[in-house]
């Protein structure tokens, strides 16, 4: 081999190569600003539980225990207790109602069992998905974070549309 | 020996005993048989429709629960015709009750609930609305949802028939019978059965209402450390914490079936109290204060003066005093630490009355519970078991009104079980030894009818009827006699002679579930009784070790003198009027945190086992006595196993020989201890005590004419059952509170006072 | 234990109320015991209803110490006498009026027209089935067959029966009570 072939074959792969560069410099980009943008989630993302109220602001947990049984991670832990007050005082929607509602995100795998499991519509996965912290102790949530109602919202995501695809394989672009 | 039959079930031929009920011999073969309302032992209700099977030349389908089998009866329990009629009935039931499984406290251990899910696929095409009742309490124990029920009656039947109550009953009719009672409160004895049979959730325990679920907890079987039948029951505990007892047969299978008293069901708060002493406590100063310890400073501190007493006063310084409450196990640390470690004979337990008579005497075997339901004559002499003993007192009702027994009553107060008696005999207060005297023999018969104020006719009759007894006859007898009385009452089998087809039983009544345990053990036969113990108080007896509390009886009067002891040491639970004479005062372990036997007072050794660690700091009570023992330089060699100390109690103990924890193990089957039977002993000795006793005696004729209101003593506040917050409420007559939607614990406050006071002026 | 919730002001005990037992003129004891001589001593209970009519046409209704003098009599538990009470339409467990307005509510009588009936009389009173009118003149309440589907619809005035009813029918009766010159037919027990 020659010099001067080798310098040829060199700048032609180099021009190959930059082309494939030039040539996505116009087209949209994928890649997500986080956590400058917000990440765009699917709607049935799995993400931090939340627990319900209804109309009224009552928790609709009835404390059945069914989504603790329902665990594969055994992450659910729930202390039942009875609000004998009058249906409009009450914490939940029933006389029965969880006292203590603890999820453990260290040991949760997200798999949606305890959704599934929920005879009260009360527990649904939502969209918070920033769970890291300093000190493992802190994964334990309670129910106070746990709680539609005073759970914070991240500001780094967004809910796809109904009809948006996010990120299919075969996205036209 | 029953003639054998033979019946064909699905095509497979069996032999069954003639008179055998077909859902039991389909249900003992594999075949499996639906149903909710049949319960083995009651009365046939026949209501669910759901056991129906098809029986050739039989015109429609029939409900196996009612069917006597046949000779060459030829059944089939499995068919299209017969699943299509049961899914109909399914769906009636299901018409009216509620969908609410995720709030119910059955859901879970639910039968209609399990039947439902086995079968799946139910339609139901019932789309009016269903009835609605709000759900609410029928007393602090009992909460009631009327939805729910599907009418099987199994609770009005166990009230009726087990209890004798008649409590609770259906009202109403057609879809909108109602269980309930007459203006919606239950004042009854409690005992929570109904809610125990009850295969949907209509009736609820409202002391565990909507606090956790079946699954959850780990069940336990154990013995109940209340009365002295020894119930067994499974305690449901949830991350150290007791949530419940039951009885229900899919948990435990014991003596008792699903029975249980108000006791054994509803007074287990007490484990988890946060009254429990936490710490041992030292009072370092005569007059000061408990001051909370370590454990090493404790049984250091304890060790150190017990030594100092010893060599100053001696051995016969001490004194130790066990309790009827405690297991075998500690029963016998205490004694081998009274012997080997402190070498003296100054021990004994602090039971209300001594079984030594009895046991010294006894000329018969101790009849079990099952002998007392299937006996054919029982006399009772004294005592009041449907209070003190409440799974004696059921199986007596149940021997008379299931099993025809008949039962003759001597007591001076006419007992609820005098309802079921074929002989009342009203007898004058005090008088009970003349009793034993008649039943030994006709000779003094005008003295004893004479002094226990009935007919000499009466006795009679009585010894005439224990005479033609064809089957077993069982004698039972409260505290009421003296010793002499119990001692001939042990060998009256051997007075009245044996006959063919006649079998005596013995049964005594004592009051605490280890009372034969703690005399088995050799505390009880101690030279000493509590009273005779305590009195030496002052006069040579210089430190007391006492494991449980002294009874109220023993304590009043005597304070100021046990204060002046050198050194008391007590092993308790809760802070008593006996830990505020201690100078010491280890937390000790209740029966649901530690491993043991209790032996009940059919003489059966059953297990109690650990179904929580031991809260705080508490230890169970033969580890602080070895403990105890090993500061004072005595290794006992069972530091942490409790089966180790039984080893040592079969080995010691006659009666135990043998005995080993796997053998114990399977409380369906519980093992009788093997007590030594007594031949035939000369009793003109005691009859004539006796007859010195009687003769001598001033009776009077003031007998009580009404029966004793229903829970006078198992609702007592005690020690342990007042930490449940219910039994105060009932003790103070259990009033109706002003709604009955809301649990009345949160409606009605008995205060101190008031407590006080309805103790004070208690019966 | 949510003890959370206890009221700061516990509500004071309840005084307990000493049971009362009903008690009767010699001449209805007398009856009574007539009835009672009827059955052999072990099977007294058999004695309930009767009973339970002459308590009920003495006091008016099945109230509490009328319930406790048929269990003390009986020798059964007030349970008891208040699971029969409440099977039978014609014992009342609560205050009813004079006349008894009973509406045949079964098959034959529902398709001849029982529910416009029941609609018609509840209008009328003013008081829902099962309801008894502020006046304590008219119960209304609508029960099981009373054997009469020849004849329906149907209504039963205490013991008396009314058949082929019309509206206007029923109005005359209802009148007639209303008025107070209603003539019970057969005698009430």
Not at chain 1, 105 to 133: M, Q, W
Not at chain 2, 262 to 290: C, V
Not at chain 2, 488 to 495: G, H, I
Not at chain 3, 6 to 35: C, M, T, W
């Amino acid at each position: 081999m020659s010099i001067i072939s080798d310098v040829i074959e060199s700048t032609k792969a180099i021009i190959k190569g930059m082309g494939v560069t030039f040539s996505y410099i116009p087209k949209e980009k994928w890649t997500v600003e986080y956590p400058d943008e917000p990440v765009t989630v699917q709607p049935r993302y799995r993400g931090q539980h939340l627990l319900h109220v209804d109309e009224h602001g009552r928790e609709k947990c009835v404390a059945c225990f069914l989504c603790a049984a329902a665990c594969p991670s055994d992450c659910i832990y729930i202390i039942a207790a009875d609000d004998p007050r009058s249906p409009e005082e009450r914490i939940g929607v029933d006389e029965r109602y969880a006292k203590v509602y603890n999820i453990d995100y260290g040991r949760c795998i997200f798999c949606g069992f305890c959704v599934e499991a929920c005879p009260k519509d009360a527990i649904t996965h939502g969209y918070n998905f920033e769970l890291s912290v300093y000190n493992r102790a802190d994964l334990l949530k309670t129910k106070d974070d746990l709680l539609i109602t005073k759970q914070k919202q991240s500001p780094n995501y967004r809910v796809a549309f109904a009809d948006e695809d996010v990120d299919s394989e075969y996205k036209e672009v | 020996m029953a003639d054998l039959i033979k019946v064909t079930i699905n095509g497979n031929v069996y032999e069954t005993e003639k008179g055998a009920r077909l859902i039991d011999v389909c249900r003992e073969h594999g075949h499996a048989v639906p149903s909710f309302c049949y319960y083995s032992d009651l009365a046939l209700q026949a209501s669910c429709r759901m056991c129906l099977v098809r029986i050739e030349k039989m015109p429609k389908l029939q409900t196996s629960c009612t069917i006597t089998c046949t000779d060459g009866m030829i059944v089939t329990t499995e068919s299209e015709e017969i699943e299509k009629a049961q899914r109909a009935m399914v769906e009636f039931l299901l018409a009216n009750h509620p969908l609410d499984c995720p709030v119910c406290d059955r859901g879970g251990e639910c039968e209609l609930q399990e039947m439902v899910f086995d079968w799946g696929g139910l339609e139901e095409r019932f789309s009016e609305r269903k009835n609605y009742a709000p759900e609410k309490f029928l007393s602090p124990m009992v909460a009631n949802d009327p939805q729910r029920c599907i009418l099987c009656k199994r609770c009005t039947r166990v009230c009726d028939e087990w209890m004798g109550e008649d409590a609770i009953e259906a009202g109403g009719r057609g879809a909108h019978t109602v269980i309930g009672t007459y203006d919606g409160w239950l004042n009854c004895s409690e005992c929570g059965n109904c809610i125990e049979v009850c295969p949907t959730g209509t009736l609820l325990d409202a002391t565990y209402r909507h606090q956790a679920r079946p699954w959850e907890l780990a069940q336990t079987i154990t013995t109940c450390t209340f009365c002295s039948d020894g119930c067994q029951l499974s305690l449901g505990a949830r991350v150290g914490e007791v949530m419940r007892a039951v009885a229900r047969d899919r948990y435990v299978d014991g003596i008792n079936g699903e029975f249980l008293c108000i006791k054994g069901r509803f007074a287990h708060p007490f484990i988890n109290h946060e009254e429990r002493i936490r710490t041992p406590l030292i009072r370092y100063k005569q007059g000061g204060r408990l001051v909370p310890a370590t454990w090493d400073d404790a049984i250091g501190y304890t060790a150190a003066r017990m030594r100092a007493i010893g060599e100053a006063h001696g051995a016969d310084a001490f004194g130790i005093i066990g309790s009827p409450r405690l297991t075998n196990e500690a029963n016998y640390a205490l004694l081998k630490f009274a012997r080997e470690v402190i070498g003296t004979e100054n021990f004994t337990a602090s039971d209300a009355f001594s079984l030594a008579p009895c046991f010294e005497n006894l000329s018969a075997p101790l009849a079990t519970h099952r002998d007392i339901r299937f006996a054919k004559t029982i006399i009772l002499v004294g005592g009041e078991p449907e209070e003190l003993q409440p799974l004696t007192g059921k199986q007596i009702r149940q021997a008379v009104r299931n099993g025809g027994a008949r039962l003759v009553i001597f007591n001076s107060v006419p007992i609820r079980l005098k309802e079921q008696a074929a002989q009342f005999i009203h007898i004058n207060p005090g008088t009970e030894d003349a009793v034993v005297l008649a039943l030994a023999g006709a000779n003094d018969d005008e003295l004893a009818a004479g002094k226990l104020g009935v007919e000499a006719k009466t006795l009679a009759d009585v010894r005439r009827a224990l005479d033609e007894t064809q089957g077993d006859c069982v004698l039972l007898f409260g505290s009421e006699l003296s010793a002499a009385a119990m001692a001939t009452l042990a060998q009256l089998p051997q007075l009245l002679g044996a006959r063919e087809g006649r079998r005596f039983l013995l049964h005594p009544l004592p009051f605490y579930n280890n009372s034969v345990g703690a005399h088995d053990i050799g505390l009880m036969n101690a030279k000493l009784s509590v009273a005779q113990l305590l009195d030496q108080a002052g006069q040579g007896l210089r430190a007391l070790y006492i494991a449980g509390s002294l009874l109220p009886e023993h304590l009043r009067g005597r304070e100021e003198t046990l204060r002046q002891l050198d050194l008391i040491v007590v092993q308790e639970l809760f802070e008593t009027e006996t830990t505020a004479l201690a100078d010491v005062v280890f937390p000790a372990a209740s029966f649901a945190e530690t491993d043991g036997t209790f032996t009940n007072n059919a003489g059966q050794v059953q297990r109690v086992r650990q179904s929580i660690p031991p809260v705080h700091q508490a230890r169970p009570d033969w580890m602080i006595t070895a403990a105890l023992a090993s500061a004072l330089n005595a290794d006992f060699g069972f530091q942490l196993s409790a089966s180790a100390v039984f080893r040592e109690i079969a080995e010691h103990i006659a009666a135990y020989e043998g005995l080993r924890y796997p053998l114990l193990k399977d409380e369906s089957r519980p093992v009788q201890a093997k007590h030594a039977l007594a031949g035939a002993r000369d009793m003109t000795g005691a009859i004539q005590e006796i007859r010195a006793r009687i003769q001598s005696m001033n009776v009077t004729s003031a007998r009580p004419t009404e029966t004793p209101k229903v829970g006078h003593e198992l609702f007592k506040p005690g020690t342990l059952t007042s930490k449940t917050p219910q039994f105060p409420l009932l003790y103070a007559g259990n009033p109706k509170p002003p709604t009955v939607l809301v649990s009345p614990l949160y409606q009605i406050t008995v205060d101190a006072n008031l407590r006080a006071t309805t103790v004070a002026a208690g019966d | 234990m949510s003890q959370q919730f206890l009221p700061d002001n516990p509500l004071p005990q309840e005084a307990k109320v000493p049971e009362e037992i009903a008690r009767f003129s010699p001449a209805v004891e007398a009856e009574i015991d007539g009835h009672l001589a009827k059955y052999p001593p072990e099977r007294r209970r058999s004695a309930m209803l009767p009973l339970m009519f002459i308590v009920q046409r003495e006091r008016g209704w099945l109230d509490k110490p009328g319930v406790a003098y048929i269990a003390n009599r009986l020798g059964v538990r007030i349970t008891d006498v208040w699971e029969t009470a409440t099977f039978y339409s014609m014992i009342y467990t609560k205050p009813a009026g004079k006349y008894h307005v009973q509406i045949c509510k079964t098959l034959s009588c529902k398709i001849m027209g029982a529910g416009n009936i029941t609609e018609h009389c509840a209008q009328r009173l003013g008081i829902k089935p099962g309801e008894t009118s502020a006046d304590g003149k008219f119960t209304l309440s609508e029960v099981e067959c009373l054997g009469s589907c020849g004849t329906a619809p149907m209504l039963q005035v205490g013991f008396d029966f009314h058949e082929n009813l019309t509206t206007e029918k029923v109005d005359e009766i209802l009148d007639a009570c209303a008025r107070g010159d209603y003539k019970f037919a057969v005698k009430v027990r």
